[in-house]
Every structure is written in structure tokens, then in C-alpha cells.
């Protein structure tokens, strides 16, 4: 990778792949065959991947709307200047009003006292407050209970300064579509909408599908999917595998700050978890810690990649940084580190490739926690 990219300040950073996310953004619109709107869902600033820059490129390959976790999240993207539609996935409190309104942002609407608000703030701004109701079908999350809808909508939709800009629901197990649970948030939401259309109330746009439904049950898009963590290339669970190509969006990359040989015995990072067991072992240092999205719980568990072979991670991970071990094996010799040198912490080097899954397995956790970690404080380059 040209040394011009990589940041001046810092030898640790976040590679974003232009070309990867705009053929995950490509190959879900294929699975859609143009009849479904995209949704694409950049919350947590895209996933860690950089909201604004991720949103441009998703324009350009076909996205219809944007979903965001917090209204300050939609209004940073308006400031860089996204013109699709914003919907803030969950209803925010009455002080974010004046906000939605002057960025033109939808909120999630499921309570009759933010919906008034809202409605008469637009008419003070001469115009219409639009907003998505969220319905509730299982999760027990947020959202008007699905029987309640048609009755909750007639208590809000005579003002005339709201409007209904759509319906949605979210699913619990949609990794799981052929199970009970699934099925029955499917019902539930089916039925709300047909209530709601035969008491001739306009449900504008209809969308239920997270990633795992949008590639496991087409029957079930409506008229929009919510895509997220697919986008990035990563997978919402095992089965979706082969289901669907995707390219991994995000690799993490550090420079060796410091290499040395220790002697043997010598401790290694706070509390000395590890010591040195040989003379020959090179302890390298990287400028990445757990304040950078690698987590602690990983410390002495996790490797990365040296020129394209796996080496450990040694010592417990500091906020800052973190050290490495570079022990060649009878039959299995690891070159000497330089200061300077790259090590990739997620993504691929040579034919190695450790990957957002591995890190999460160590961790106890999901990729969507690994991906959103790194995007907290290091610094991106989009390739
Ligand atoms: C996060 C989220 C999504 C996207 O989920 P993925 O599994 O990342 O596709 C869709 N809808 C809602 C309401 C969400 O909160």
C-alpha cells in the first residue's frame, strides 16, 4: 500500500476498500432485481467504517435511503452533504425535534406525545413532519404493539402536520427464518400492515429485512430491505455463507514502533503476563490498544500477521499499544521485524488473513462489535 496514504501522525490505522464496499452494496442490489428500495444502514458511523465517505460511496451504487442509530448521527451526514433520505431508527427524545426538522431527518415515531410534538413544531416551520412507525412483533425493543397500530395511528395522523413516510419492524431471529419466533414476527407484522391498510391508512414505505432476512427470505421485503453489516462484507451469522459474495470492507494495520531481544525472563506489558522464554524472541511493539478497538480479553489470545505468517500477541494490550513476539520454530522461521515494518491485525497479508469472525470468536462476541470497536479512535484511509 503507497506510503502516502497511510496517516502522518500515527503507525496504526484503518484501511476502508472503496471497490469492496461499493460490490457489497452491487451484489445485494442484485439480490433485489430492482424491485425493493435499499436501505442502507450506516449507525455507529457506519459500522466503524466512516460514516460520510461510506454514504457517498453507497449513493453511487444504488443506495435509496440511509438509517442511522442517533439524530446527531443523521445531521453529520447531512453536514457532508447526503441529500437521500435519513431515518433515525428509534424515537429520540422531544429535544431532538428542532434538529429533525431543520435537516429534514425522519424519526422513528411509536409514542402519541413525541408524535404531537413533532407534528406541531412542523406546522410552526410550515412544513410536514415525516416519520416511520416502528411496530412492535417480538422483539420487545420499541415500537407500537402490533395490534395497537391502527388505533395509535388514528390518534396522531389527523394532524396535519404529520405524515407517514413509513412502517417497519425489526426482527429478533432472522438468522433463524424457518424457526416459530421468526415466523410469528412476520405474521404479526403482516397483519398490522393489512389492519392498517383496511382501515385505509397509507403505510408509505413497508420494511422489515435486516441483512440476515434481505438474503434468507426475499418473500419477506416489502418494499425496502434494511441492509447493515452485509455491506461491510461481513456475514450476520454462519448459514448466510454461500449465500451471497461478499469482500471484507475494513483491514487493521499497525508499524512496528519498537523492536528488541530481551533477555530471557524478562516481563513483558503491565502485570508481566508474559515473559520472555528464550533469547532469540523479538518483542515488537504496535501502536494500537484497546482505546483503538482491541479489546483486552484478547491479550496473549490473539495473533497478527507478519509477512504473511501468524505471530502472537504477547503481554497484556494497553490502551495505547501493544506488543508482539516474533519466535522462529524449528521448520517454521519468522523473519526479524524492523522498526517500520507492517503487521495487519485484521485483513489479509501474503496468503494469511485473520478476520473480523476469528476476532470475535476470541472475544465472546459478534463481528458487529469488533468492526464498530475499531472505528472508535484510529484513523481511516479509504483505498
Ligand atoms: C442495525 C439495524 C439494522 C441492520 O441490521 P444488520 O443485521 O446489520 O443488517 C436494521 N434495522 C434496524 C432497526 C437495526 O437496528
Known amino acids: 500500500m503507497p506510503q502516502s496514504k497511510q496517516p502522518q501522525t500515527r503507525w496504526a490505522w484503518v484501511e476502508i476498500d472503496r471497490g469492496a464496499l461499493r460490490k457489497n452494496v452491487r451484489a445485494f442490489k442484485r439480490l433485489l432485481r430492482g424491485r425493493e428500495r435499499m436501505c442502507c444502514v450506516v449507525k455507529a458511523d457506519a459500522y466503524g467504517h466512516g460514516a460520510a465517505e461510506c ?52 424519526p422513528t415515531v411509536y409514542t402519541v406525545e413525541f408524535a404531537l410534538a413533532y407534528g406541531e413544531c412542523a406546522v410552526q416551520a410550515g412544513t410536514v413532519g415525516r416519520y416511520h412507525l416502528a411496530v412492535e412483533t417480538g422483539m420487545n425493543r420499541i415500537g407500537v404493539p402490533c395490534t395497537e397500530a391502527v388505533e395509535f395511528r388514528r390518534g396522531i395522523d389527523f394532524h396535519r402536520g404529520l405524515a407517514c413516510d413509513g412502517v417497519f419492524t425489526h426482527f429478533a431471529t432472522a438468522d433463524d427464518p424457518d424457526g416459530w419466533d421468526y415466523q410469528l414476527q412476520r405474521k404479526r407484522f403482516d397483519e398490522a400492515v393489512r389492519a392498517m391498510r383496511d382501515a385505509g391508512l397509507d403505510c408509505g414505505t413497508v420494511h422489515c429485512d435486516n441483512t440476515p432476512a434481505t438474503i434468507f427470505d426475499p418473500a419477506s421485503h416489502y418494499d425496502m430491505v434494511r441492509v447493515g453489516i452485509g455491506l461491510y462484507g461481513l456475514m450476520p451469522c454462519e448459514s448466510a455463507r454461500g449465500r451471497i459474495e461478499l469482500e471484507p470492507v475494513m483491514s487493521v494495520r499497525a508499524r512496528v514502533t519498537r523492536a528488541t531481544q530481551p533477555a530471557m525472563g524478562e516481563g513483558v506489558g503491565y502485570g508481566f503476563t508474559y515473559r520472555v522464554p528464550r533469547t532469540t524472541v523479538q518483542i515488537c511493539t504496535l501502536p494500537i490498544g484497546y482505546a483503538d478497538g482491541l479489546a483486552r480479553v484478547l491479550s496473549n489470545r490473539m495473533e497478527v500477521l507478519y509477512r504473511g505468517q501468524r505471530v502472537r500477541q504477547v503481554g497484556n494490550i494497553c490502551m495505547d499499544q501493544c506488543m508482539v513476539a516474533i519466535q522462529s520454530t524449528p521448520g517454521h522461521p519468522v523473519p526479524e521485524a524492523e522498526y517500520g515494518d507492517i503487521m495487519t491485525i485484521v485483513g489479509r497479508d501474503g496468503g494469511a488473513e485473520i478476520t473480523m469472525d476469528e476476532m470475535a470468536a476470541l472475544r465472546g462476541t459478534i463481528n458487529y462489535e469488533v468492526a464498530c470497536n475499531f472505528g472508535m479512535r484510529l484513523e481511516k484511509v479509504y483505498l
Not at 57 to 74: H, K, N, R, S, Y
Not at 82 to 91: C, G, K, M, Y
Open 55 to 106: 454514504c457517498q460511496i453507497m449513493q453511487q451504487a444504488g443506495a435509496d435511503m440511509f438509517a442511522v442509530a442517533t439524530v446527531l448521527e443523521g445531521v453529520k451526514l447531512r453536514e457532508a452533504g447526503i441529500t437521500l433520505p435519513i431515518l433515525v431508527l428509534a424515537e429520540p427524545p422531544l429535544g431532538a425535534i428542532p434538529a429533525l426538522l431543520e435537516h429534514n431527518i425522519m
